[in-house]
């Protein structure tokens, strides 16, 4: 019970990933106005980041560049000391494809806005129930 | 890693975080946006991911604080929840 317990305290970044991933759905799901929503997807987004880098993090270890590589020679590299880049790497193009999905979002509201004068969706729910 | 800027940035991203959904003033929700963005980026620099530290300064804490802002300014700056 104890080791349980001592190993689900040292993984505090799972627990924070958990509770940043339910606040962005609260966000998505329980939210009014559209710019919330948007704001509630991008925390969605990050704490999925936030999930992936931590599966790559090491204890004890630097960043993962080799310092001797540059003259061709060679010369042995331990992997457990060095932290999995590839997470990172996979991560780089998510937060990419993170702006470019808030930049439509952006984009798609302010439409809405134009054409119904709100941004709430009950409004607009009820404006487009009357039509 | 040392757990105790760990645990402090952690809870301070949630704050953040919940303070953005929380408050009325989507200006403020933006802002409070960025101040999250930036704290994860200071975590991710700790977790030795510095190219994504690095892409998340600029892209999540500069352009997406830009976008917000425009897009409210474009829009209606109260919010009813």
Redesign the interface.
């Given at each position: 019970m104890e080791e349980i317990t001592a190993l689900l305290v040292s993984r505090?970044?799972y627990w924070?990933f958990i509770?940043?991933m339910m606040?962005?759905l609260?966000?998505m799901i329980a939210?009014?106005?559209l710019?919330?929503k948007i704001?509630?997807m991008?925390?969605f987004q990050?704490a999925i980041?936030?999930f992936y880098?931590?599966i790559?993090?090491k204890?004890d270890?630097?960043?993962?560049i080799i310092e001797h590589g540059h003259h061709g020679e060679e010369v042995v590299i331990k992997a457990v000391d060095y932290?999995n880049p590839l997470?990172?790497?996979l991560?780089?193009t998510a937060?990419?494809v993170?702006?470019a999905t808030?930049?439509v979002a952006?984009a798609l509201?302010?439409r809405v806005?134009r054409q119904y004068n709100?941004?709430?969706e009950n409004e607009i729910k009820s404006q487009l129930s009357e039509e | 890693m040392v757990w105790q800027f760990d645990v402090i940035i952690l809870t301070l991203v949630i704050v953040c975080g919940i303070g953005a959904l929380a408050v009325k003033d989507l200006i403020g929700a933006a802002i409070l946006f960025s101040a999250y963005s930036f704290l994860m980026c200071l975590l991710w620099a700790i977790m030795g991911a510095v190219d994504v530290a690095f892409t998340e300064a600029s892209v999540g804490a500069g352009v997406s604080t830009v976008l917000f802002v425009a897009a409210v300014f474009q829009t209606r700056r109260r919010s009813k929840d």
């Open positions: 505090y970044n924070a509770v940043l606040v962005g609260y966000g939210k009014n106005n710019v919330k704001i509630g991008n925390i990050t980041i936030l880098v931590s790559g993090a204890k270890a630097t960043i993962p932290i997470p990172h790497v991560m780089l937060i990419v993170s702006v808030l930049g952006l509201a302010i806005y709100t941004l709430e | -």
